[in-house]
């Protein structure tokens, strides 16, 4: 057995010395947040990455969520998913909205083209579809719907940064796209998030929305405070160069996985997209019809210290601060009951990937 401690993620740094570098100027300015030159150029450096034609920082991904669905007037019911982290449900219920759950595809864990129409009523306004482990939805057939009954379409794309479609961003799908830069994901600045959104009138109402909502001397709205610090930006310019880098080496990780437990019995792999660049965000397994269930995989997993994570167990909608109870998206709740994310960083070794496979497969 061996004594060392291998947690599901471990967040990239960029080198030392580089961080230091790119904080220097900060002596000097004295201009430690509130929009400042780091601000904006990380603002400028994420558009160019993403090829998206507007970007606002936030201090974190949730508040950047909560404050594109404020940006955008909504009203009403909010069709979205339950297998999701708390953020995506917290911020629908947070901005005033019902937030009405529907089943996701059993392929791509990811909203249910085919369930969203049924459940649309008169008060609904949006679609939150989330793209979990950074895997792209039917983003065609959602737009159609969308188009057809006049819905916003906001992307929780936390899971996925840097993801491409046919060479397309994921950034660029429906009407917002919201990402986190969270310390745990592929790309982080320590906290922080961003929107980005195709109608560039929608700036100032975010601007306006992630400072009190202050716009000259008057308040405009009773907004929270989501402005991103000087140093969290000046982590973000650093780690955007050694992103493409870290993705290629999560994708060694991911292909060790899949050459080792490819066509094992009772295990489920994400299915890899046709025309779709991943950023190899999670490894999810799902244990179905095996030998093992997931909580037995996990805890043989914890005995040899390697801590796999449920994502995501519970389904929101079978949390009690909504009062929803679960049962109406079934699909959802079996994919919850079964999936654990393995592992996954740039540096996870190879024999270490190798060591977490035989474990599971014992
Ligand atoms: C991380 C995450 C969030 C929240 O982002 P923060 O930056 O931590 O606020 C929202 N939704 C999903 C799916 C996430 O994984």
Redesign the pocket.
């Known amino acids: 057995m061996s004594a060392k401690r291998i947690n599901i993620t471990k967040s990239a740094l960029p080198p030392f010395e580089e961080y230091c570098e790119e904080i220097r100027s900060l002596w000097d300015s004295r201009w430690l947040t509130n929009m400042g030159q780091k601000h904006q150029q990380l603002e400028a450096a994420l558009r160019e990455y993403l090829g998206a034609p507007n970007v606002t920082l936030f201090t974190?991904?949730?508040?950047?969520?909560e404050g594109a669905l404020a940006a955008f007037g909504l009203a009403g019911e909010v069709i979205t998913t339950p297998f999701?982290?708390a953020?995506?449900t917290n911020a629908i219920v947070r901005s005033g909205l019902k937030p009405v759950f529907c089943d996701i595809d059993p392929v791509t864990y990811t909203l249910d083209p085919a369930k969203i129409e049924a459940l649309i009523t008169p008060e609904t306004s949006a679609i939150v579809p989330?793209l979990?482990y950074g895997t792209l939805c039917d983003t065609e057939a959602i737009d159609t719907i969308a188009k057809k009954h006049g819905l916003k379409v906001i992307y929780?794309a936390?899971?996925a940064f840097g993801v491409k479609k046919n060479g397309v961003s994921a950034a660029n799908f429906g009407d917002a796209a919201?990402f986190?830069?969270?310390a745990?994901?592929v790309f982080h600045t320590v906290?922080?998030?961003c929107v980005v959104y195709q109608d560039s009138a929608l700036r100032e109402k975010l601007d306006v929305g992630k400072n009190f909502g202050v716009c000259g001397e008057d308040i405009l709205e009773a907004a929270p405070n989501g402005k991103m610090s000087e140093f969290h930006a000046a982590m973000g310019i650093c780690n955007l160069r050694h992103l493409d880098a870290w993705i290629a080496a999560r994708k060694q990780v991911v292909e060790r996985y899949r050459a080792n437990l490819s066509g094992v019995a009772g295990l489920k792999l994400l299915k890899e997209q046709a025309g779709v660049a991943s950023n190899y965000a999670y490894f999810p397994v799902v244990f179905d019809g095996g030998k093992y269930t997931r909580d037995e995989a996990a805890a043989q997993l914890a005995e040899h210290g390697i801590f796999a994570r449920k994502y995501f167990y519970p389904l929101t909608n079978n949390c009690t601060a909504y009062g929803f109870h679960g049962d109406e998206t079934p699909v959802a709740k079996h994919v919850s009951d079964h999936v654990l994310c393995l592992p996954l960083y740039p540096e996870l070794a190879a024999e270490d990937v190798d060591r977490i496979c035989e474990i599971i497969c014992e």
């Open positions: 974190n991904g949730h508040l950047a969520l999701t982290f953020s995506t989330v979990v929780d936390a899971h919201m986190s830069f969270h745990t994901k906290e922080g998030g």
